[in-house]
C-alpha cells in the first residue's frame, strides 16, 4: 500500500493506493467516526453488481445502507441528486452519518455533492472503481451536471479519504481502460516530459497493464494533482492548468450527449487540439503526429466526431468555467510541463477548428 497525503486550505487527508487496500476502511471509520449513526454507500448498476458485496462485507458489523443510481454520466442529473437526498431523509442520515461513494468519476461527484448538500454537510469518503477516478477522486471538486454545460453546479467538499483499491481496476472494460488512461496522459503532458515519455515506452496494450503498474501510474498522477490542488484549493489561478485538454473535451461531451462518448476520450481530442493550438502559439517543441500514431495504437479516437457543428462547440466553450465574460480560455504547454492559460480569440479558434476538422 501507498499513501499520499492531500493537505489543503480546509483539510488534510490521506490517499491509499493499491491491492486489497478496502480492508483499511473499517478500522479507519471506527477510529475516525466513533460515534457515526448510519452509512449510505451510493454506487451504480454496473459497480453494484461487482464489488458492492466486498465493501459491505468489510462494513458487516457497522449500521449500512445502499443506495443504487444509473451508471455512467446519467448519475449526474438533478433529478438522480434529488432523489439520493429523499432516500437520505427517509433512512434518517443524520449529521453523524456518513457517505461512501462506490464507483467511478460519476459516482464520486454525485455523491461528494449530495454529502455537501445534506444537512448543510455530512462526511464522505471515496472510493474508486475506476482509472478516471484518480482524477476527479482527490481535490475535492465535487458537481453535477446541466444540460447547458458539465460540472455547472457544485461545491468544493474535500473527502475524509480516498481508499483507492486497484484490484477493482481488473473488471474494467477496455473503453473505461482508455477514458481514465486520458486524464494519466494529461497529469504526464503537465508535469514533465520523464513522465510522458515512460508512459509511451512502457504501455502499447491497455489491456495489458499490470495492476501493480497502474498503481505506480495512478500514484504519479494522484502526486501531480496534489502538488497543484495544495496550492490552489479552489481553482484561482493554477488549478485550471488540470483542465489541459477539457475545454473542448467538455464541449464535445455535451455536445454528443453525456454517456454517449466518455470523458477521457473527449479530453484526449481537445490535448490534441490544445497542442496544435501550443505549437502556432510558443512554438512547442513536441511531434503531434508521434502523439497520434500512439494514441491511435492505444484505440483511441483522435478527431472531432463528424456530426459536431464548430459553431455549437465554440457556444459550449464559451459556456466553460474558465470563460470569463464569454471569452474562451485554453491550458496551453509553452514546453512539456508548462503549461499557461491563455485568452483566446474566437476567430482563432474557430479557423483551427475547421483544420482540425479538416484532418490538415
Not at 454537510?121 to 447547458?148: C, E, M, R, W, Y
Not at 501510474?217 to 485538454?245: H, M, P, T, W
Not at 497520434?292 to 495504437?297: A, G, S
Request: proline content about 2%; overall charge neutral; some cysteine.
Amino acid at each position: 500500500m501507498h499513501t499520499v497525503s492531500i493537505q489543503t486550505t480546509s483539510k488534510q487527508y490521506d490517499v491509499w493506493i493499491g491491492e486489497h487496500v478496502i480492508n483499511q476502511l473499517h478500522s479507519f471509520i471506527q477510529r475516525k467516526f466513533v460515534d457515526v449513526t448510519k452509512i449510505l454507500i451510493i454506487t451504480d448498476e454496473s459497480v453494484k453488481k461487482l464489488h458492492l458485496k466486498t465493501v459491505e462485507k468489510e462494513l458487516s458489523s457497522l449500521p449500512v445502507v445502499t443506495y443504487t443510481v444509473p451508471a455512467g454520466e446519467k448519475a449526474k442529473s438533478f433529478d438522480v441528486f434529488y432523489a439520493c437526498l429523499t432516500y437520505m431523509l427517509e433512512q434518517h442520515l443524520d449529521r453523524k452519518s456518513l457517505v461512501l461513494a462506490l464507483g467511478g468519476g460519476a459516482v464520486g461527484d454525485l455523491a461528494g455533492y449530495v454529502a455537501a448538500s445534506f444537512m448543510r454537510g455530512i462526511p464522505f469518503i471515496q472510493i474508486p472503481t475506476t482509472v478516471l477516478a484518480h482524477d476527479s477522486a482527490v481535490g475535492g471538486k465535487v458537481a453535477i451536471n446541466h444540460p447547458l454545460g458539465k460540472n455547472m453546479i457544485g461545491v468544493f467538499n474535500q473527502p475524509e479519504a480516498v481508499v483507492y483499491d486497484t484490484t477493482f481496476l481488473s473488471t474494467l472494460p477496455i473503453q473505461e481502460l482508455r477514458s481514465g488512461f486520458g486524464e494519466v496522459i494529461k497529469h504526464a503532458l503537465i508535469s514533465n516530459s520523464q513522465f510522458y515519455q515512460e508512459l509511451t515506452i512502457k504501455i502499447s496494450d491497455l489491456s495489458k497493464v499490470k495492476v501493480a503498474y497502474w498503481s505506480e501510474i495512478l500514484e504519479k498522477g494522484i502526486l501531480v494533482k496534489r502538488a497543484i490542488v495544495e496550492k490552489d484549493e479552489r481553482e484561482s489561478n493554477i488549478r485550471a492548468f488540470l483542465n489541459f485538454g477539457h475545454t473542448l473535451g467538455h464541449a464535445i461531451e455535451a455536445e454528443m450527449g453525456y454517456g454517449k462518448f466518455t470523458h477521457g476520450e473527449a479530453v484526449v481530442i481537445g490535448m490534441i487540439f490544445a497542442l496544435r493550438l501550443s505549437k502556432q502559439k510558443y512554438d512547442l517543441a513536441f511531434s503531434i503526429e508521434e502523439y497520434i500514431k500512439w494514441l491511435k495504437l492505444l484505440g483511441y479516437t483522435c478527431d472531432i466526431p463528424g456530426n459536431l457543428e464548430i459553431d455549437s462547440l465554440i457556444n459550449r466553450m464559451k459556456q466553460d468555467k474558465k470563460s470569463i465574460n464569454g471569452s474562451i480560455r485554453f491550458v496551453l504547454l509553452k514546453e512539456l510541463g508548462y503549461p499557461v492559460l491563455v485568452e483566446m480569440d474566437e476567430e482563432e479558434i474557430r479557423k483551427e477548428l475547421v483544420l482540425f476538422k479538416g484532418g490538415k
